[in-house]
Structure formats: structure tokens, C-alpha cells
């Protein structure tokens, strides 16, 4: 079955990288996304990778994607509090409008 | 962000009112859908318009009914519902194509259930 798996919580220091990972288990997974939610807000959009790259960089977000393990993380250089936020993982298929989404990671970045 | 606007953004009702929520995207897309997000659970897909029609109802209970007018506009009636219901329900677009779908949400819309 279909099933995106992201660990809860991560805490950084503010201008420190931080790391969020993602696991799936659908191998014919075609497009996988990073969105990202402010409190009291709806999900934005950061970046996606399609399954044939391996890595996606945008200013300070590097997208890497390990398709033989079923990884997926997302780097954010030089965290900034602004960065506070839960970010989720999805992933969808050629076939298929859905996206499964993972549960979120909560980021809290330290001053 | 004003490609897919919702209103109300917040809504308390009782257990035997009758509300609607709206949604409207500016992004020319065919296809429309209401997630439901709650603190337990993931976000879960409730519904999905692709043209108009509905191509996809996930199980929801009929307390719950959705209307699409055109592939602009998306509701979510709402009557008699339960305090279990209360949640952020998220509007959310795409154009879908052979090139992937890219999804694009809204603000959400709180909603508590007296």
C-alpha cells in the first residue's frame, strides 16, 4: 500500500542546516513534494522533484532523492526562525491525481 | 498567495446547523479538492472535482456534501455535524496533466463544532 513516513519533530539552532526526511513506500511514486505549513495557515508549496533527479536545489532548499532506498529529504541552509513550520512530504503517482501525504515534521528553529 | 481563496477562514456551528464553505482558485485549473487536516490524523482527501465531476469521494459521510458549479468554484455544505468534524479544511487546486499534478492550496477554513 501507499504510505509517506516523516519523523515528528526537529529542533535546530537559527543559521544551522536542518535536515527533514521522508520515506515512502510506493515505488512507482512519480513526483514527490516538499510542502511547508505556518501556524494558522494553509500548506505552501516549496518544491518538487521528479523521481528520475536526484537532487533539486532552489536558493536555500536542496531536495535530495535516494529512489532505491525510498528517501527523500529536504536541506534548508542557514535556517532562519521564519523557518518555523511543519513540513510535509507527498508523493503521487504518473497515474493518479492523489497525493499522499506524510504525518509532518514540526521545525523549531532556536535563536 | 491569492490563487486559491476560501472563506470563511473560521466557523463555529452548532450540531444542527446548516453552512457552507467556499472556495474559489484564480489559476485556471481543472481540478478542485477539499482535504480534511486534524490534529490526529493525517491530511486526509475528502473529495475531488476533475472538470466539474466528482471523480473521488474517500469515504466521507453525507453530513458532508460538496458542490462544484464550474472548475473555478468548490463547496462544502455542512449539516449536522458531529464535534469530531471540527478541523481545518483545506480547498486546493491543480491542472492535472500527463506532466504530473502540482497542488496548490488555500488558507483553509477553521472549523468548530459546538
Known amino acids: 500500500g501507499e504510505d509517506v513516513e516523516q519523523s515528528l519533530f526537529l529542533s535546530v539552532r537559527e543559521g544551522d542546516s536542518s535536515v527533514i526526511n521522508c520515506t515512502y513506500t510506493d515505488s512507482s511514486s512519480t513526483y514527490l513534494y516538499w510542502y511547508k505549513q505556518e501556524p494558522g495557515a494553509g500548506l505552501q508549496l516549496l518544491t518538487y522533484?521528479?523521481?528520475?533527479?536526484d537532487m533539486k536545489q532552489d536558493q536555500r532548499l536542496t531536495v535530495l532523492l535516494n529512489k532505491k532506498d525510498k528517501h527523500l529529504s529536504l536541506r534548508i541552509a542557514d535556517t532562519q526562525t521564519g523557518d518555523s513550520a511543519i513540513y510535509f512530504c507527498?508523493?503521487?503517482?504518473?497515474?493518479?491525481?492523489?497525493?499522499?501525504f506524510g504525518s509532518g515534521t514540526r521545525l523549531l528553529v532556536r535563536p | 498567495e491569492t490563487g486559491v481563496t476560501q472563506t470563511p477562514r473560521h466557523l463555529v456551528m452548532g450540531m444542527t446547523n446548516k453552512k457552507s464553505l467556499k472556495c474559489e482558485q484564480h489559476l485556471g485549473h481543472n481540478a478542485m479538492y477539499w482535504y480534511k487536516q486534524s490534529a490526529k490524523k493525517p491530511l486526509e482527501l475528502m473529495f475531488v472535482?476533475?472538470?466539474?465531476?466528482?471523480?473521488e469521494n474517500n469515504s466521507v459521510p453525507s453530513r458532508f456534501s460538496p458542490e462544484c458549479p464550474n472548475s473555478s468554484h468548490l463547496f462544502l455544505h455542512l449539516h449536522t455535524l458531529q464535534p469530531e468534524d471540527s478541523a481545518l479544511y483545506l480547498c486546493?487546486?491543480?491542472?492535472?496533466?500527463?506532466?504530473?499534478?502540482?497542488?496548490?492550496f488555500g488558507e483553509g477554513s477553521w472549523l468548530t463544532v459546538v
Open positions: 522533484i521528479f523521481s528520475n533527479m
Open positions: 472535482y476533475n472538470f466539474k465531476e466528482q471523480t
Open positions: 507527498a508523493e503521487s503517482m504518473d497515474s493518479s491525481y492523489k497525493l499522499i
Open positions: 486546493a487546486s491543480s491542472q492535472i496533466s500527463n506532466s504530473g499534478n502540482t497542488i496548490y
